[in-house]
């Protein structure tokens, strides 16, 4: 049986409503997002027990680093969310314009 591309899009949007449809719960969310953090924690303590020690001079090499990382992050994220939502409120701008 050949699907049609109506029909491919149709199943994709079902599956996803579907799989979405779970994520609803507060629960769920919370309890994926505690398991994802323990993880975290888990793969960092992993680490730091197998990594070696810093060097006289490096530990100062290694602040700035850390710094420019947590200063540019959030300023990377933030550049993102905004991609995504200044082309909506510019179309539906755009929208309004065009009605009135």
Excluded: Y
């Amino acid at each position: 049986m050949r699907l049609t591309p109506e029909t491919r899009a149709l199943a994709f949007t079902t599956n996803q409503s579907q799989v979405l449809a779970h994520f609803d719960s507060p629960f769920v969310v919370c309890a994926l997002t505690l398991m994802a953090q323990g993880l975290a924690v888990l793969a960092g303590d992993l680490i730091r027990k197998h990594a070696r020690r810093f060097r006289k001079g490096e530990r100062h090499d290694f602040a700035t680093i850390q710094t420019a990382t947590l200063t540019l992050t959030p300023i990377s994220t933030a550049r993102a969310a905004v991609i995504r939502i200044v082309p909506q409120n510019l179309q539906a701008a755009a929208q309004s314009m065009q009605q009135q």
